[in-house]
């Protein structure tokens, strides 16, 4: 359909759409924030403010039958990200490959020009993947700096499908890999300590994988000091972000990681299926190219992927995604989804029988914790509880295995989430917890 022959109110919607600036969430106040293209936005004025919450949570819409504090999964699009998305998606069925064959190229490029100054990188650094599995796979199974004997490091937290990949590098470069258990209560100095046990122990050690947020108990580690560490040592560190650009307000600097695997489809809120790694500017050496790539030269980070035909509206969307990530506020959604986790846990926190797995410690959690009934440790005994905190409490949450200690459950509030919702955990909890006292 060309736009001659749309339907004028369709039409009309896709200018509009095109048109659109990214609108302020409500009237500017005296703490306005200045965004890049000189508009004025009302900023939080902390994260329990009812009024501006209240406006973020109308940029979703979310089934309401349920409670879901099941948002680890991914995070789903703001309604301007999904009708941009929706736009992106016609277009490039309407213009099909002269779209893909002509302006895609640059298109794509400046997406990776705003990305990489979100994140504060050079655009030299990073590379789109489908996700932080396709990225963090490439940095495993590319760096090339191992030789058979070395040993490489992982934990029990860790993502499974990493710890296949860490696991896969005994046959693909002959080392020794070593898992050990982060201990529980996990706090900073314990996790440190951990850290510095199992580099210890394991002087041969080369490279180590890390988790920023685990998927598993929604522990945030300590990244800097650990890679540190590991530096010190002359260990490398690849670090798994797929849960904390967008959850945690930072800047990739930051970390002081030369390998980072990201993706944009859980708290950045760019469609399903984006992701992209990062790799210090002076070290695209020690990661081969993807299969041998021959597309991009092999000085260029995209040699490091090769993805073949890509989604083209997902990576379109992202520039929109990242828009209302910067209006919502990096630092504001953060203190929300600290705040949101806060509420639940310090209103159960006295239940004898339930065990927090994040410590009360600041920088040590986001907005995701698992939880664990004393001696409740098997699969079967977590799902009955995620049942019946559905069933009967009307709140969704999700079991999480592979703890050394045991399974849990996992909740994940997003920026819809309301304390209603979380007053239906508390309660369910409370009463489990009663129970299981009798
Ligand atoms: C810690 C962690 N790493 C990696 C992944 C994989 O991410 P993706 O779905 O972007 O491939 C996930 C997804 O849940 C995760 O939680």
Redesign the pocket.
């Known amino acids: 359909m060309t736009d001659s022959n749309m339907l004028p109110q369709r039409r009309n919607a896709l200018r509009f759409l095109a048109s659109v600036p990214i609108l302020p969430l409500f009237a500017a106040t005296s703490t306005s924030l200045l965004t890049a293209c000189g508009d004025s936005f009302a900023m939080a004025s902390g994260p329990t403010d009812p009024v501006y919450w209240d406006a973020v949570r109308k940029l979703y819409a979310v089934n309401t039958q349920i409670s879901n504090l099941e948002n680890?999964?991914?995070g789903v699009m703001t309604e301007r990200v999904r009708l941009e998305f929706q736009a992106k998606n016609d277009m490039i069925n309407r213009d099909n490959t002269l779209y893909a064959r002509g302006s895609f190229g640059a298109d794509a490029e400046a997406v990776r020009v705003k990305l990489a100054e979100a994140v504060g990188a050079s655009k030299e650094e990073i590379a789109f993947t489908?996700?932080?599995?396709?990225?963090?796979q490439l940095l495993i199974a590319g760096y090339n700096q191992l030789k058979a004997g070395d040993t490489v490091v992982y934990s029990d937290l860790?993502?499974d499908?990493?710890q296949y990949a860490m696991e896969w590098l005994k046959e693909r470069r002959g080392v020794n890999v070593v898992k050990f258990a982060i201990p529980e209560p996990a706090t900073r100095a314990a996790v440190l300590q951990a850290y510095q046990k199992a580099l210890a122990d394991n002087p041969s050690t080369k490279l180590l994988l890390l988790?920023h947020?685990?998927?598993r108990t929604g522990l945030v580690m300590p990244v800097a000091e650990i890679a540190a560490m590991a530096r010190a040592r002359g260990v490398d560190t690849i670090l798994?972000a797929?849960?904390s650009w967008g959850q945690l307000d930072f800047k990739v600097a930051d970390l002081g990681v030369d390998f980072v695997?990201f993706?944009l489809?859980?708290w950045i809120g760019a469609p399903l299926g984006l992701?992209f790694l990062y790799i210090k500017q002076g070290r695209l050496a020690a990661i081969d190219r993807a299969y041998g790539d021959m597309d991009f030269a092999a000085t260029d980070v995209r040699s490091r992927v090769h993805t073949g035909t890509t989604n083209f509206a997902t990576l379109l969307t992202l520039p929109m995604a990242l828009a209302v990530h910067a209006e919502i506020g990096p630092k504001a959604k953060a203190d929300r989804l600290v705040y949101l986790r806060d509420y639940w846990v310090n209103r159960v926190s006295g239940l004898p029988n339930l065990e927090i797995l994040t410590p009360n410690e600041p920088g040590m959690y986001a907005g995701i914790t698992s939880f664990r009934f004393a001696g409740k440790v098997s699969s079967a005994d977590n799902t009955a509880i995620v049942t019946e905190l559905r069933d009967q409490h009307g709140v969704l949450t999700v079991r999480r295995g592979g703890v050394a200690k045991g399974h849990c459950i996992r909740v994940s509030p997003a920026l819809y989430t309301t304390e209603a919702d979380l007053d239906k955990l508390v309660l369910g909890l409370t009463a489990i917890s009663k129970r299981l006292a009798t």
């Open positions: 680890g999964y991914w489908r996700g932080a599995t396709e990225a963090l860790d993502y499908s990493m988790t947020i685990s998927h798994d797929a849960h695997g993706n489809h859980k992701g």
